[in-house]
């Protein structure tokens, strides 16, 4: 069974620009969970979908946003990018999307903000 | 608000010594507790996943162990290979309050094993 997959896998941007990344979870999960990782802050939550509804949500500003689709595929979206952004971009996906569910990670998006 | 820890942040060990990384946490109120390895520039994979019911679980060479009453978990890595070498992270699921539903990461764990 294929793993998560996460497209592109390097991005480079300016500031003030906007940035799309895609998640495939692996087939048969139904939920997708983001994170940002950093050196200096480590791994943070951003939000989780399930059903294409946002169950959860982390503390970052309302240029970060997601959506899912029918297929559970996810994507995120940065607007007005920062220096602050440069991170890497991890997503999971769990099934059946309980509380209790293991979370399988993708190699992630590196993100550079110029 | 969930905050983990964990100790020590780096580790050197040569090849074949029995290891234990530690993780604690703030808030007992979780669902379950995952440790995860990161290699360089990678993304995470799961090693072991202790629902808040268990004591423990066992994979291969690594066993992790719960105590969430006290906000403690530890992983034991068993004749440590070369190939062990990499970060270890700790995370929580939270069950409660801010934290609920959401996995909180500690800093980490760096791993050499030096042959």
């Known amino acids: 069974k294929a793993g998560v997959t996460q497209t592109p896998r390097y991005l480079i941007k300016t500031r003030g620009q906007q940035v799309t990344l895609s998640c495939s979870p692996i087939?048969?999960?139904?939920?997708v969970s983001w994170y940002q990782q950093t050196p200096g802050q480590g791994l943070q939550f951003l939000f989780e979908?399930?059903?294409?509804?946002?169950?959860n949500k982390g503390n970052f500003p309302g240029r970060f946003s997601g959506r899912q689709f029918s297929n559970s595929r996810s994507e995120m979206n940065v607007s007005t990018l920062e220096l602050g952004d440069s991170a890497l971009y991890l997503c999971?996906?769990?099934?059946?999307?309980?509380?209790?569910?293991?979370?399988?990670f993708g190699p992630g998006t590196r993100l550079t903000v110029l | 608000k969930q905050e983990v820890t964990q100790i020590p942040a780096a580790l050197s060990v040569p090849e074949g010594e029995n290891l234990v990384l530690n993780c604690s946490f703030t808030?007992?109120?979780?669902?379950?507790l995952q440790w995860f390895r990161q290699d360089p520039g990678k993304g995470l994979t799961s090693l072991l996943l202790?629902?808040?019911?268990?004591r423990e679980q066992t994979s291969g060479r690594l066993n992790a162990s719960l105590d969430k009453s006290s906000g403690r978990s530890t992983l034991y890595i068993a004749a440590s290979q070369p190939g062990d070498s990499a970060t270890y992270l700790c995370?929580?699921?939270?069950?409660?309050?801010?934290?609920?539903?959401?996995?909180?990461f500690g800093q980490g764990t760096i791993l050499t094993v030096h042959p």
């Open positions: 999971a996906s769990s099934y059946p999307a309980g509380e209790f569910d293991e979370q399988f």
């Open positions: 087939s048969g999960h139904r939920s």
């Open positions: 979908y399930f059903s294409e509804t946002q169950r």
């Open positions: 808030d007992s109120a979780i669902y379950n």
């Open positions: 202790i629902q808040s019911s268990q």
């Open positions: 995370a929580v699921r939270g069950a409660g309050g801010t934290s609920y539903g959401k996995l909180t």
